[in-house]
Structures are given as C-alpha cells and as structure tokens.
Nanobody, 115 residues
Framework: QVQLVESGGGLVQPGGSLRLSCATS????????MGWYRQAPGAERELVAY???????NYADSVKGRFAISSDNAKNTAYLQMNSLKPEDTAVYFC?????????WGQGTQVTVSS
C-alpha cells in the first residue's frame, strides 16, 4: 500500500519561509512525477508545483520566483521550499504522486501565513 506523508507546515509571518516534505512509503514502482497542490477554504484544489522524475518542473504563476520544488529520487521524496510567503498562500497543502499510472495523495498539511 503506497502512502504519502507530508510534513513541515505551520504558522509563519508574511515574508517568511517554510519547507514542506513529502515522504513515500510502500512498494514504489515507476514513480514518474510528484507535486504539490493546495486548497484554501471555500476554494477548489489548485496546482502549486510539479516535478517529473527527469527533473522538469512546472509552477503556478502565483508562486513562480517564490517557491521551488525538488525531489530526491533515491528516497522517492519531494520538497517544496516556500519563500516570501503571503497571506494568500494560506491553505492546506497536499502532496501528489503518480506511481505506475495511478494517482496518490497525502493527507495534507496546513500552512497559515499571518501576522
């Protein structure tokens, strides 16, 4: 059974930084991509950043230049470095992975940006 576990969320002041981690467990075969999505109260879940196993990345326009996604292929782990955080970044952040053609999601971690 594949599981994704996020960590690193919390409360931060505007302009601050946080680093999220997403660790996988279980039998991982053909992990092709990992990513981060977020969902704010009353809003739909939206893509934040995505990274393919090849290293190719994709970002939402709202986070370009502030967030950086990376991965450790040996550990099947993904990271999201979030800098210059804004109140509008407040949301539950979900890790995503595509493994053997199937989609997997983490349980989410809360990020709150507030003074």
């Amino acid at each position: 059974q594949v599981q994704l576990v996020e960590s690193g969320g919390g409360l931060v002041q505007p302009g601050g930084s946080l680093r999220l981690s997403c660790a996988t467990s279980g039998i991982i075969f053909r992990l092709s991509a990992m990513g981060w999505y977020r969902q704010a109260p009353g809003a739909e879940r939206e893509l934040v950043a995505y990274i393919f196993r090849t290293g190719t990345t994709n970002y939402a326009d709202s986070v370009k230049g502030r967030f950086a996604i990376s991965s450790d292929n040996a550990k099947n782990t993904a990271y999201l470095q979030m800098n210059s955080l804004k109140p509008e970044d407040t949301a539950v952040y979900f890790c995503y992975a595509r493994i053997s053609g199937s989609e997997y999601w983490g349980q989410g971690t809360q990020v709150t940006v507030s003074s």
